[in-house]
T-cell receptor, first 109, second 110 residues
Framework: QQPVQSPQAVILREGEDAVINCSSS?????VHWYRQKHGEAPVFLMI?????EQKGHDKISASFNEKKQQSSLYLTASQLSYSGTYFC??????????FGKGTLLTVNP | EADIYQTPRYLVIGTGKKITLECSQT?????MYWYQQDPGMELHLIHY???????EKGDLSSESTVSRIRTEHFPLTLESARPSHTSQYLC?????????FGPGTRLLVL
């Protein structure tokens, strides 16, 4: 079951904050977050595990809400380099990830 | 971070030609994957492998085939390319669940 990402797209000014959500209709065990810049390959950002803590590095962090079966990615004080498409991928028992359709983030000066 | 390589990076080819997209990784990962992605769109898993001599079809039906004779190498072959195969093909590998992607091959079939 493909996770649902929201919003589909968001436009920010440099320095603004954003939240991207990833929801699943089935129980979540792990959520992987990736960022893909235009014309490049997806780059791994972080993994959230069931029962794990909120993670983050620099001004990008993420949380995992088991009750809601949802993960949220928080981008604080956005920089131009944050622009790209963000994908969440949900894991299961077979090492395959099911990716959402992506959220296009545009940060303008 | 995994070192994973794909060649060619760009390929323009005529209809009916046979092509092989190469993917190699130097991290010793058992699991490897092929995704198809149209520009700005979602990632579709077309093939995956859990190890040597293990290959499975992914969630998106594809006319391509794969082989896994060596741990580090996971080539994808199209016997007869068609314009509908025009897309970006991304290879990935993983030790556990976290996948690391190669730079991709952009394929244009005329």
């Amino acid at each position: 079951q493909q996770p649902v990402q929201s919003p589909q797209a968001v436009i920010l000014r440099e320095g603004e904050d954003a939240v991207i959500n990833c929801s699943s209709s089935k129980a979540l065990y792990s959520v992987h977050w990736y960022r893909q810049k235009h014309g490049e390959a997806p780059v791994f950002l972080m993994i959230l595990l069931k029962g794990g803590e909120q993670k983050g590095h620099d001004k990008i962090s993420a949380s995992f809400n088991e009750k809601k079966q949802q993960s949220s990615l928080y981008l604080t004080a956005s920089q131009l380099s944050y622009s790209g498409t963000y994908f969440c991928g949900t894991g299961g028992s077979n090492y395959k990830l099911t990716f959402g359709k992506g959220t296009l983030l545009t940060v303008n000066p | 971070e995994a070192d994973i390589y794909q060649t060619p990076r760009y390929l323009v080819i005529g209809t009916g030609k046979k092509i092989t997209l190469e993917c190699s990784q130097t991290m010793g990962h058992d699991k490897m994957y092929w995704y198809q992605q149209d520009p700005g769109m979602e990632l579709h898993l077309i093939h995956y492998s859990y190890g040597v001599n293990s290959t499975e079809k992914g969630d998106l039906s594809s006319e391509s085939t794969v082989s896994r004779i060596r741990t580090e190498h996971f080539p994808l072959t199209l016997e007869s390319a068609r314009p509908s195969h025009t897309s970006q093909y991304l290879c990935a590998s993983s030790e556990l669940e976290t996948q690391y992607f190669g730079p991709g091959t952009r394929l244009l079939v005329l």
